[in-house]
């Protein structure tokens, strides 16, 4: 049949692989660029001065052509490794606000924190390896992220 491919065939199979870590972090929703006024009407009760946390769960997805010899899109054990990095070392159990320097000039929102574990997941990654951040700030606030 035109198009099909039959499992002796040599087309490259392409795979992706999620793997989801979960950390916990506090942070306060305030922009610099914003007037204390502003910062209440915009961003609410999550603009307390004390701040306020969340059990965020990430999921990382990896997209890649699975090897032929390993049979695998990129080692686990790796991926791991990354997450660990990038994502469990700098922000579990963090006041993302003042133990991240990122987010010293960078309101500490799920999309900005996204973008962030983006930025250094692709360091950390080989190339074109990294498909999507999705970050569960909540159970109904899910946010994705594609380096767009």
Same mark, same amino acid.
């Given at each position: 049949?035109? &198009? /099909?491919?039959?499992? &002796?065939? /040599? ?8 793997? +989801? ?5 506090? !942070?306060?929703? !305030? /922009? ?6 502003? =910062? @209440? ?6 603009? =307390?001065? !004390?701040? !306020? &946390? ?10 890649? @052509?699975?090897?032929?010899? #390993? ?14 990095? %990038? +994502?469990? #070392?700098?922000?579990?159990? @963090? =006041? ?9 000039? %960078?309101?500490? #929102?799920?999309?900005?924190?996204? %973008? ?23 159970? @109904? ?8």
């Amino acid at each position: 049949m035109a &198009g /099909s491919v039959t499992s &002796g065939s /040599s087309a490259e199979r392409v795979g992706y692989i999620t793997r +989801i870590q979960s950390f916990s972090a506090c !942070h306060r929703l !305030h /922009s610099i660029h914003l007037s204390d006024e502003e =910062n @209440k009407k915009v961003y609410g009760k999550c603009n =307390n001065p !004390h701040g !306020h &946390g969340h059990n965020y769960k990430v999921e990382v997805t990896v997209r890649g @052509k699975i090897d032929r010899v #390993t049979g695998m899109v990129m080692n686990l054990t790796d991926l791991k490794r990354c997450i660990e990095d %990038v +994502i469990m #070392t700098p922000l579990d159990h @963090k =006041n993302l606000d003042k133990d991240v320097p990122y987010f010293a000039s %960078v309101v500490s #929102t799920t999309e900005n924190l996204a %973008v962030y574990i983006w930025d250094n997941m692709v360091k950390a990654l080989l190339p074109n390896l990294l498909y999507e951040i999705k970050i569960h700030e909540t159970d @109904k606030n899910i946010v994705v992220y594609r380096g767009e």
